[in-house]
């Protein structure tokens, strides 16, 4: 009797033999989601490295050690660079490079010695199980990050999918919504996507009421506001009521103004010194996700509430150092942009600010006082740049009439680092 050939061929494993590391895309159905290809990765493989849950998804198949991920993460990579030219399999959810350990692993592996098989991704999944386009919502991270950081995306209308850190994660969102009166915002806690466990439920952020949600869990979010709610603008100048502070605040126009002299591109760093209330960072950060910033302020009340206002308007990532600058500006990453608000006469803070200013680096000051103008004054002459006056009027009540009350003006000296 003849034996029996499978009629599909089997597929030459795609690796060349530079391509030592493969990230291998598991989902929740484990062995029935992978490729021919994937199957003969992981079981050549010295190596095979996930988490436990990846591991016992994918035991059928190993025939070589296996090492779950430490904590933290990164402890394991000196093991997995020491099998370089050696077969060795990373096992990651869904697409390694969707919010994966792929990025880690580019980081620290030369990319042309790394094959990545991918699986769908958690928001294809969940937008596909909600019928949601994936082009026409955003997808954010909970996972290891504050839960405020989905704050700024909490516009009215948008439509979010937010990896949970855990099965907590949606109830604290719930309480958040309806804190900041998004209350009938729809939540949908999608669980185990795409294996035997998956489970799809519904629910108000006022009515959540959800028990046993899996640790495996995404959100997806329809973001419902009350005409009061808390909403972070998207233009420059929040309103100042936003802001906790005790009056050493940079106001929304001349905030505007300032923000439009530092002229924030992706990714750069801000040094913001004498940071009050913290103001004119947060506005920084709010630019983009990308962006970073250090807060310098010698008060502690000050940094507590600068921290405060930050976490309530979704830049938690804002760094705060507590100190007197320029002693506390030793030892801080360059930065591609500064702004002085306060301190700026004391002694050594140009110097230092700018010194540490990267080559073609802005630095803004806004002065009030005439002793600090006078300054403004001679370093403009020095290094150039340019010297702006803003004021500002507002129509206040005049007996039973109404008249223009005008602010105290802020001289803005605005520079480029050569």
Not at 252 to 262: G, W
Request: charged share 20%; glycine share 8%.
């Amino acid at each position: 009797m003849p034996t029996a050939v499978s009629s599909l061929p089997v597929p030459e494993v795609p690796v060349a033999t530079s391509r030592w590391l493969a990230i291998v895309g598991i989902g929740e159905d484990g062995l029935d989601s992978l490729t021919a290809a994937a199957r003969t990765l992981i079981s050549t493989a010295e190596l095979v490295v996930g988490g436990e849950r990846h591991l016992a998804l994918a035991r059928d198949l190993v025939r070589g050690r296996t090492l779950a991920w430490p904590r933290p993460l990164t402890a394991a990579f000196p093991e997995i660079a020491a099998h370089r030219g050696r077969p060795v399999v990373v096992l990651a959810t869904g697409d390694p490079f969707n919010y994966g350990v792929g990025r880690q692993l580019a980081a620290v592996v030369p990319p042309d010695e790394i094959l990545s098989l991918p699986q769908p991704s958690s928001f294809s999944l969940a937008a596909s199980r909600l019928c949601w386009s994936l082009p026409d919502l955003t997808a954010v991270t909970l996972h290891g990050r504050p839960l405020e950081s989905i704050v700024r995306h909490l516009q009215p209308g948008a439509r979010i999918l937010a990896l949970s850190w855990d099965q907590t994660t949606p109830e604290k969102l719930a309480a958040l919504l309806v804190a900041r009166r998004m209350g009938d915002s729809r939540i949908s806690v999608l669980e185990a996507l795409g294996g035997p466990r998956e489970r799809v439920r519904h629910t108000t952020a006022e009515s959540f009421d959800l028990v046993g949600i899996d640790p495996l869990n995404l959100i997806g979010l329809d973001v419902v506001a009350a005409p009061d709610a808390a909403v972070v603008p998207l233009a420059p100048g929040l309103d100042d009521a936003l802001f906790e502070h005790d009056g050493q605040l940079t106001k929304r126009d001349i905030r505007a103004v300032t923000l439009a002299a530092l002229a924030p591109r992706q990714g750069e760093l801000l040094w913001d010194v004498g940071l009050g209330a913290g103001s004119v960072a947060i506005e920084w950060l709010l630019r983009h996700p990308a962006m970073r910033a250090v807060g310098i302020e010698a008060r502690p009340d000050r940094a507590a509430r600068a921290a405060r206002n930050a976490a309530f308007l979704g830049t938690p990532d804002l760094h705060i150092v507590e100190g007197q600058a320029p002693a506390a500006l030793a030892d801080l990453p360059a930065p591609d942009a500064v702004f002085v608000g306060g301190g700026f006469s004391d002694e050594g803070v140009f110097e230092a600010v700018w010194t540490a200013l990267k080559p073609g680096g802005r630095l803004v000051v806004n002065a009030v006082a005439l002793e600090t103008e006078a300054r403004l004054f001679a370093l403009h002459a020095k290094h150039g740049g340019e010297l702006v006056r803003v004021q500002i009027a507002r129509a206040e009540p005049v007996g039973t009439m109404t008249g223009w009350r005008s602010a105290m003006p802020v001289t803005q000296w605005r520079a480029v680092k050569p």
